[in-house]
């Protein structure tokens, strides 16, 4: 397993997954917006890092640089289904952390929604007491914002409804250290 600089070659590849992988909450509705939103990681300040088996991607990260570069949004992050759970996710959030550091980056951050009713803080009325729902937050059914503790995340906040009543965004902060 490599983790490499996503180019034209692979576009296809990736995009399936983002595709597959988030086709139960339709944000990537159709292959078109997928290879779109491939593409877009492209772009000259962007970083976008993919996980490689042989010749098969297995996963997808993207870094946007946000206030003048020192704050690094990770968007989006997926791994293939047969390949979640082997440390996939981890290499390629680290390799990212790594590379937006050499490009100046303090923090990396990252919203992740909890549109599936996943943890204590959706599907109910988060106000007024939204700091306390935030710091009493529950896992229910793997959200993934536990995964990104593990890799020394902390939620700084989150945005009540972003996908709906009831369906909060949940944002995660970690300082780079290289
Ligand atoms: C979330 C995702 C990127 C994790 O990638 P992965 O390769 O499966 O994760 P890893 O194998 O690197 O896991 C690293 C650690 O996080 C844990 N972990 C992974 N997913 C988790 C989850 N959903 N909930 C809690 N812990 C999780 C693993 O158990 C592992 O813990 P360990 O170090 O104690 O063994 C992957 O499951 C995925 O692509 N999911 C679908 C898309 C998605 O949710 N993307 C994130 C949107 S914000």
Do not use: C
């Amino acid at each position: 397993m490599r983790i490499t600089k996503l180019t034209e070659k692979w576009i296809l590849q990736t995009a399936e997954i983002l595709y597959k992988e988030f086709a139960d909450i339709d944000a990537w509705p159709d292959m078109d917006s997928a290879i779109q939103e491939v593409q877009e990681s492209l772009s000259d300040n962007r970083l976008s890092l993919i996980a490689v088996d042989g010749d098969t991607v297995t996963g997808w990260v993207g870094g946007i640089p946000t206030y003048g570069g020192r704050v690094w949004e990770l968007h989006p992050l997926v791994v293939a289904r047969k390949y979640q759970g082997q440390g996939i996710g981890r290499l390629l959030v680290l390799e990212l952390e790594k590379r937006a550091k050499e490009l100046g980056g303090l923090t990396l951050w990252l919203g992740s929604d909890d549109e599936k009713y996943q943890t204590s803080i959706s599907g109910i009325d988060l106000y007024p007491d939204v700091w306390q729902h935030m710091r009493d937050i529950r896992n229910i059914k793997n959200h993934p914002y536990e995964f990104y503790q593990k890799l020394g995340f902390v939620i700084v906040g989150l945005m009540p409804d972003a996908n709906g009543f009831g369906k909060p965004d949940i944002y995660l902060a970690k300082r780079i250290l290289g």
